[in-house]
């Protein structure tokens, strides 16, 4: 059977909405030193491998949005998608203080290999589901850890992270500013720009609106918590979107 570096839930769905998931999966494919970066399956499980809780908020926004939704199907590991491919962290050989043992000594032959092979049809996904419309609103979905190593732990419930196009942005945030419950990041926990990301490449240089979000992991872990977060987001998205008339 044929490994398939990209899944595409509600392809035939016809709202605005494309939501995406670089970071949906931790496997490692087959051809990939026989299936194992030779790590042990604690830190397979962990968020050096996968964004865990986003595949499973983006299949349920997708499905409330009425919108395609664009996941990986590789762990960031074998070759992180959200990087662009000149990056010298798309191939990444330590992580929060982990060795990954099977890229140490990777050259640049097995380097192109992963690109063609996972990164480039991942990202040819994107592009065709993205141009389906003129008018795509691109929501990229990805959760980050509550602490990294040596650290201090990290407050947000939610980050909202934008680049040099904050039209939706700015507005979602302070919309979500208004449920006093949340701590709402503002490119936090990371930056919002960074060239040749997937927003980057997908949405900022055609012109798209545009957000990333950004669901602290251990608030989603369930798949009960990954539904609850869609219900709460879906209708938070359409009434911005509304509002700001893009």
Known sequence: MTYLPFHVVGEDRESRWLITCDHASNAVPPEVNGGSLGLPDEDMARHIAWDPGAAGVSIGLGELLGAP???????????????????????????????IPA??????????????????????????????????????????????????????????????????????????????????GENEPYGGHLDGDSVDRHAIRPGRVNVL??????????????????ERLAPILEEVLDAAQL
């Open 213 to 230: 979000i950004e669901l602290r992991n251990d608030l989603i872990r369930t798949d009960a918590q990954q539904w609850a977060w869609a």
């Open 103 to 184: 890229n140490r000594h990777v050259d640049e032959a097995e380097r192109d290999r992963r690109l063609n092979a996972y990164y480039r049809p991942y990202h040819g996904a994107v592009a065709r589901m993205a141009a389906r419309r003129d008018d795509t609103v691109y929501v990229a979905i990805h959760s980050f850890t509550r602490q990294l190593r040596g650290r201090d732990p990290r407050p947000w419930h939610i980050g909202v992270l934008y680049g040099k196009d904050d039209r939706f942005a700015q507005p979602l945030l302070r919309r979500l500013r208004d449920e006093t419950d949340l701590c709402v």
């Open 69 to 99: 939704v664009v996941m990986s199907n590789f762990s960031r590991l074998v070759i992180d998608p959200n990087r662009g491919e000149d990056d010298p962290t798309v191939l990444m050989k330590l992580y929060d203080g982990t060795i």
